[in-house]
Each structure stands twice: as structure tokens, then as C-alpha cells.
């Protein structure tokens, strides 16, 4: 650890929490909140000198700096509130770094409420998955001043491989929805063009292979397929129902800037339709599995 270490909390020891929290705590002097208590014992057991707050008002009351890493906004905004919240710990000139995939609303009225208590803010969701988080070396989406930002590069660095500033409060949620519609379209795209391509016969591997030396490439043909579908491992790293919430953000936001986003919304209502169908616990790439199913084939080899 540094010699001077940061005293650091953070909220949300989910699926991508868990390894970005793990970096945390062996850069920062850390303490952990979780909703479910026993995940945060056996956290604080599982990484030496973490110590575990019994709620989110102890939490701010510790440290210099939060990370919050929860499924949504609202989810931000209700640990703020209330007898135990966050914001009735928070001390004047610390800061929240809020690395949930949020709504850039939601954040700017939070951020207003920080800033009357004088605490700063910046919404800083994070690209990379688990894998990612666990080698320190996320992107961060980051919105807020040029003073808040500049402090919350220090906070994320022992899970950021890149920090952008995007603009003010609201910027870095507006990025990461707007990303994550993007996967979700290239998701359903290359479900219905894989597919198509096994019932004429032609191999899943060469598929990949040859659309990933092809101008039909994405992130989802040349990563995600052939290391979690044409292996048949599937690991379960990112739910479904947190990447429909994000095609949700995307849309109302172009929706309130007056844009038109006809496959989005397209999108968005299959990912609604297959978040009803899977349930909460779905995985974001079981959308493939259902065109599988739906065709008859099954993308191995
Ligand atoms: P998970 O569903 O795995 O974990 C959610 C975490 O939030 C848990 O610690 C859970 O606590 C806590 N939580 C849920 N609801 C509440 C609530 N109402 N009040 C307090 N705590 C709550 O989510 P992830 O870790 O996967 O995702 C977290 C955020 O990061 C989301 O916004 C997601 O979109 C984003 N993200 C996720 C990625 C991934 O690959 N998984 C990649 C990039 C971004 P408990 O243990 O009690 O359930």
C-alpha cells in the first residue's frame, strides 16, 4: 500500500464491483459497503486491511472519497437519502465517484445535492467487464469540473487503464448508454447474421474468422463470440436486464435531445421483450442463445 494512502469507500460489491474494489484495496486505505452485509465480510476476509462500514452514513463519515458502483441511479440516489444515508456522513470537501451506469438526470440532481454540502461529484461509469476490472485496466467515463475530475483520476487508478473527461456532470453516463446500446445492437445483429450463415451451412468459426478480418467486425465477433459462445463456456459476467437499462438510458436521452433512433428503439424493445422472457438473472449474450434456439442451430466449433 502507499505510503499516504487515500481513504477510500466503496459501495457495490456486485459483479464488476467485486474486482475494482479488490484493486482499491491494495492501493487505497479502503473501507466497503454492501446491502448484503455478509458479501462484505467476506470481502473485507478475502483482502487485508478493508474495513466494512455498517452503513452508508458510516461509510461517508470514514472516508475522503465513495465509489459507488450500483445497478442505477435511483439505486445512488436512495443510499444518499434518509437516517443512515451517504449524504448524512459526508464531510464538506470530499467527493462521490459514482461508477455505476447511470442516467445523466439522475446524476446532475445528485451532483446539486452533494454540492450543497459541499461534496463533489463525478459520474465515472466504467468499460471492460470483470476481466477487465481485475487487471486495472478499465476505461472511465468521466463527468464533472475539471477540479472533481482531476481528483477522481487518482481515486480510479487502481482499476483505470484510461480516464477520459467527457464534459460536465451527466457526460460520462450519457457516453457509457450510448456505448452500450451500440454492443446491444451489434448483439442482436450478429446473432441473426451468425445464424442465417449456420443454416446455409457455413461453419460458426469461419464466420468469425472471416467477418473479423471483414468490415462486419465489433467488439461482440471479435471477443465475446469466440471466447463465450463458439467455446460454449458462457460465463455469466454481466446481466442482461443492467444492459437493457442501459439501452433505456440511451434512448430517453436522444429522445429528450430530439433525436431520432429508430434501431435503437428497436433494440430496446427486444432487449424489454428478452429481459421479461430470462428474468433478472439472465446473462447479456443469452440473446444469442435464443436466436440459437429460434433457428435450430448452435454456434460452436
Ligand atoms: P450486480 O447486479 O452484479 O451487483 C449489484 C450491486 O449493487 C450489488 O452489490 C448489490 O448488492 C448492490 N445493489 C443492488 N441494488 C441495490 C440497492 N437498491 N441499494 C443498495 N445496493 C444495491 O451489478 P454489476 O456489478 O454487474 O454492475 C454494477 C454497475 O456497473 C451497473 O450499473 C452496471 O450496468 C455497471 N457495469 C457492469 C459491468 C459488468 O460487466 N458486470 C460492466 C460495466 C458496467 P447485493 O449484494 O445486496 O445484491
Redesign the pocket.
Known amino acids: 500500500m502507499h505510503s499516504n494512502p487515500l481513504r477510500v469507500g466503496f459501495a457495490?460489491?456486485?459483479?464488476?464491483?467485486t474486482p475494482m474494489a479488490a484493486r482499491c484495496a491494495a492501493a487505497h486505505q479502503l473501507t466497503v459497503w454492501?446491502?448484503?452485509t455478509r458479501?462484505a465480510a467476506a470481502f473485507a476476509e478475502a483482502n487485508a486491511g478493508v474495513a466494512v462500514a455498517p452503513s452508508p452514513c458510516a461509510l461517508g463519515d470514514s472516508c475522503d472519497a465513495v465509489i459507488t458502483?450500483?445497478?442505477?441511479s435511483a439505486?445512488v440516489e436512495?443510499?444518499l437519502g434518509g437516517p443512515e444515508g451517504l449524504l448524512q456522513g459526508l464531510r464538506p470537501g470530499s467527493i462521490v465517484v459514482d461508477?455505476?451506469?447511470?442516467d445523466p438526470a439522475t446524476s446532475r440532481r445528485i451532483a446539486e445535492m452533494l454540492a450543497a454540502v459541499e461534496v463533489g461529484f463525478v459520474d465515472a461509469?466504467?468499460?471492460g467487464?470483470?476481466p477487465l476490472a481485475a487487471t486495472g485496466e478499465l476505461t472511465v467515463m468521466c463527468g464533472g469540473t475539471e477540479a472533481d475530475v482531476a481528483r477522481a483520476r487518482g481515486i480510479v487508478a487502481p482499476f483505470a487503464g484510461r480516464v477520459v473527461h467527457l464534459g460536465p456532470v451527466g457526460s460520462g453516463h450519457a457516453m457509457k448508454a450510448v456505448n452500450n446500446g451500440l454492443l446491444a445492437v451489434h448483439i442482436l445483429a450478429l446473432a441473426e447474421g451468425m445464424v442465417t450463415l449456420a443454416r446455409a451451412g457455413v461453419a460458426p468459426r469461419a464466420v468469425v474468422e472471416v467477418l473479423n478480418a471483414s468490415s462486419g467486425r465489433s467488439f461482440v465477433s471479435e471477443a465475446l463470440v469466440p471466447e463465450r459462445v463458439l467455446t460454449g463456456l458462457w460465463p455469466r459476467?454481466?446481466?442482461l436486464a443492467?444492459l437493457e437499462?442501459?439501452i433505456g438510458i440511451a434512448h430517453e436521452l436522444a429522445g429528450e435531445l430530439g433525436v431520432s433512433d429508430p434501431v435503437l428503439a428497436h433494440a430496446r424493445e427486444q432487449f424489454r421483450t428478452l429481459r421479461a422472457e430470462l428474468g433478472e438473472s439472465a446473462d447479456y449474450l443469452d440473446p444469442i442463445r435464443v436466436a440459437e434456439r429460434a433457428a435450430g442451430v448452435e454456434l460452436r466449433g
Not at 12 to 17: K, P, S, V, W, Y
Not at 99 to 102: I, Q, V, Y
Open positions: 457495490g460489491l456486485g459483479a464488476i464491483g454492501n446491502r448484503t458479501t458502483c450500483l445497478p442505477t439505486d436512495a443510499i461508477c455505476t451506469s447511470g461509469p466504467v468499460s467487464g470483470p459476467l454481466f446481466r443492467l437499462k442501459d
